[in-house]
Nanobody
Framework: VQLQASGGGLVPAGDSLRISCALA????????MAWFRRAPGREREFVAR????????AYSDSTKGRFTISRDNAKNSVYLQMNSLKPEDTAVYYC??????????????????WGQGTQVTVSS
């Protein structure tokens, strides 16, 4: 499976942005999906994940309540709706997929397929 992230951009603090991840070569309903991000000078960190069934949703403490992960099976895509954006949300955002059931953050890190990333920049 190949993943293509898109939709990043430059937004002011407090604004919203939705980024997308389109899958090719596989059906999104057969994969657990996740979003990670890497800020300049920092390690890649977990943002959100969703299980194969569309449940088992989890968020990092820093994004809980502001970000929402969702899926559209018809469009074979996964989304990350980001609200109340902060400058510290600035990062390259990556989507990841794994066919392993019950995937956790470490599962994606070790066994996931990754997209190329999309840049999100939040100005203060």
């Amino acid at each position: 499976v190949q993943l293509q992230a898109s939709g990043g951009g430059l937004v002011p603090a407090g604004d919203s942005l939705r980024i997308s991840c389109a899958l090719a070569g596989g059906r999104v309903s057969l994969y657990s999906m996740a979003w990670f991000r890497r800020a300049p000078g920092r390690e890649r960190e977990f943002v959100a994940r969703m299980g194969k069934s569309g449940g088992s949703i989890a968020y990092s403490d820093s994004t809980k309540g502001r970000f929402t992960i969702s899926r559209d099976n018809a469009k074979n895509s996964v989304y990350l709706q980001m609200n109340s954006l902060k400058p510290e949300d600035t990062a390259v955002y990556y989507c990841a997929a794994t066919s392993i059931a019950g995937a956790t953050e470490s599962t994606f890190e070790r066994f996931g397929r990754w997209g190329q990333g999309t840049q999100v920049t939040v100005s203060s």
